[in-house]
């Protein structure tokens, strides 16, 4: 357990200092907006692609892992849409719940994955994560259309602009280049690598300066069920179907670690376009990724204590 703490411990430390510099107003309210847009588009795309091109995908055995995340993805949006009349309060308050079940905090998946496994850790996140966007992304447009807040255009749209995804982009650039043996040749691979260094600690400070503290006043049933499932049911059947299906160490910790996650900061950006319960959702984002600094470490530590 203490060496779970260990390793997780300073990336909710650099989470914190975020929310701590947007209370000072540090640099100012004008620079984050851009510094978010700068990692997102550069520095994690830089570390993608140098991990995924550099890999060694022979330490990690893959098929297992995409095949029960992606089913695990697929059930849960299934089960919660059958039960959409018993979760939140109206369709708009669902369909956050929906949101704060199903997506997933992609930079602190890789801190954590990096953290506790290091290089084998980041590239079988990377490849989750080459799967998971996706199909979450895909998923929650549909849970909208479904509830017929956009129709078919809001779909056309969101699938477009998955198209345009940097962190899928650099996945497939990334895996393409090791597959075809190209690699990262000359000086592209020490420079990928040093922008890719700074993506994680500034991705995790951006996390907090995103936060929104006020947003969890008031807070009802809705609330609690999203971090339930998140943080209860989606782990534990990860767990279960990852031991059943005999998935390696690594394989297996990402898994779990990935469906224990806190909900993404973009939810907030869905809900608002797409017609959902937007204050609700902001206090899903800053609500479990405080949580999920108590929850992580305990599902990482029950999963070494049965491998």
């Known amino acids: 357990m203490l060496d ?3 390793a997780l411990g300073p990336l909710f430390l650099l989470i914190l200092a975020g929310v701590v510099l947007r209370r000072l107003h540090f640099p100012d309210d004008q620079f984050w907006p851009g510094a978010e847009r700068f990692i997102y588009f550069l520095l994690f795309p830089a570390m993608l692609i140098s991990t995924l091109a550099t890999a060694d995908f022979s330490q990690v055995t893959f098929g297992g892992m995409i095949g029960l995340l992606s089913s695990l993805l697929v059930l849960l949006a299934a089960l919660l849409w059958l039960q959409r009349h018993r979760l939140g309060s109206n369709p708009t308050s669902f369909s956050s719940v929906f949101q704060g079940a199903l997506r997933f905090n992609t930079y602190v998946g890789l801190a954590g994955a ?3 496994y290091g290089e084998a850790g980041i590239t079988a996140a990377a490849v989750a994560i080459a799967v998971m966007v996706p199909l979450v992304n895909i998923l929650c447009v549909l849970m909208f259309v479904a509830s017929d807040s956009q129709g078919t255009a809001g779909l056309l ?19 393409a280049l090791n597959l075809s043996g190209i690699g990262l040749p000359g000086w592209s691979r020490d420079t990928l690598a040093l922008a890719g260094k700074a993506a994680l600690p500034l991705g995790l400070i951006a996390v907090g300066v995103a936060l929104q503290p006020r947003a969890l006043r008031g807070t009802g049933a809705a609330f609690w069920q999203a971090c339930g499932i998140k943080f209860g049911l989606l782990p534990l059947l990860a767990l279960t179907g990852g031991i059943v299906l005999g998935l390696g160490q690594v394989e297996l910790a990402v898994v779990v670690l990935f469906t224990a996650l806190p909900t993404a900061t973009s939810s907030y950006i869905l809900a608002r376009q797409m017609g959902g319960n937007a204050p609700l959702m902001a206090a899903l984002i800053t609500g479990q990724t405080l949580l999920a600094m108590a929850v992580l470490p305990a599902w990482m530590a029950l999963l070494t204590l049965l491998q």
């Open 157 to 175: 749209r969101a699938l477009k602009a998955l198209t345009r995804n940097p962190l899928l982009l650099a996945c497939a650039a990334g895996i």
């Open 114 to 116: 990096a953290a506790l």
């Open 4 to 6: 779970v703490i260990h």
